[in-house]
């Protein structure tokens, strides 16, 4: 009855680590997202794939990296973490595309 | 992009009162989804609507999808402290390579005090 698990809940980061954000989901779902929220901003879409192999920018890419080599797992890589990334991270799968997705618990990332 | 707006942004109530929240765009909408969203935790799914005009109840909520389908309200009847949550509505948003993909509004906050 797992869902989708992300680890770790929460990090702090130094200005320019790296790290990767886990993801993994147990109800073989062929839909992965990424989503980060900001205080007042909603969900915004950074990546999302579509089934092994195969993943898409969504809004805001711009210094992550994503890869999906299983249908279960969709890591996040941060190559060069800057304050602006400062944020809580949500992963989400979904069976098919606008259908219901299912959300982790987050991971609330902070770069100092 | 299609955006959604949501109104209010803020919202503190007793326990017991009845209140409306909205999801606003000036754009079309094949659905919209509403989630609730509790502190520490990810969004889980209320409802979807999906025909202009219709009227979904879930227990003491009550969701309502536009005649034009370019908005969509939540109301809560007696509301209770666990009702306390951010409430989120999502529509098909942006095309990416392999179809579309939601944009979520930023939310009402709502807290319920007992």
């Known amino acids: 009855n797992a869902g989708v698990t992300q680890t770790p809940k929460f990090r702090i980061l130094k200005i320019g680590q790296s790290m990767t954000l886990q993801c993994t989901q147990d109800?073989?779902?062929?839909?992965m997202y990424w989503y980060r929220q900001d205080p007042g901003m909603g969900l915004k879409l950074i990546y999302y794939?579509?089934?092994?192999?195969?993943?898409d920018k969504g809004e805001v890419p711009n210094g992550y990296n994503v890869s999906r080599s299983t249908t279960e797992d969709f890591p996040l890589r941060l190559e060069l973490a800057a304050p602006s990334q400062t944020s809580v991270y949500f992963c989400?799968?979904?069976?098919?595309?606008?259908?219901?997705?299912?959300f982790g618990q987050g991971t609330r990332l902070t770069v100092v | 992009t299609q955006l959604l707006e949501q109104s209010p942004q803020f919202l503190s109530i007793q326990e017991g009162e009845n209140l409306t929240v909205y999801c606003n765009s000036s754009?079309?909408?094949?659905?919209l989804q509403w989630y609730r969203q509790e502190p520490g935790e990810g969004p889980v799914l209320l409802v979807t609507?999906?025909?202009?005009?219709e009227v979904k109840k879930l227990k003491r909520l009550t969701f309502q999808f536009g005649d034009a389908r370019k908005d969509s309200s939540l109301h809560i009847t007696a509301a209770q402290p666990g009702d306390t949550g951010l409430y989120l509505c999502?529509?098909?948003?942006?095309?990416?390579?392999?179809?579309?993909?939601?944009?979520f509004g930023p939310g009402t906050r709502l807290s319920v005090l007992p």
């Open positions: 794939s579509v089934g092994a192999g195969i993943t």
């Open positions: 999502a529509g098909e948003g942006r095309r990416g390579n392999y179809g579309q993909n939601f944009v």
């Open positions: 109800m073989n779902h062929n839909y």
């Open positions: 989400a799968s979904s069976y098919r595309g606008l259908s219901e997705a299912f």
């Open positions: 754009s079309v909408f094949s659905s």
């Open positions: 609507v999906v025909t202009g005009g």
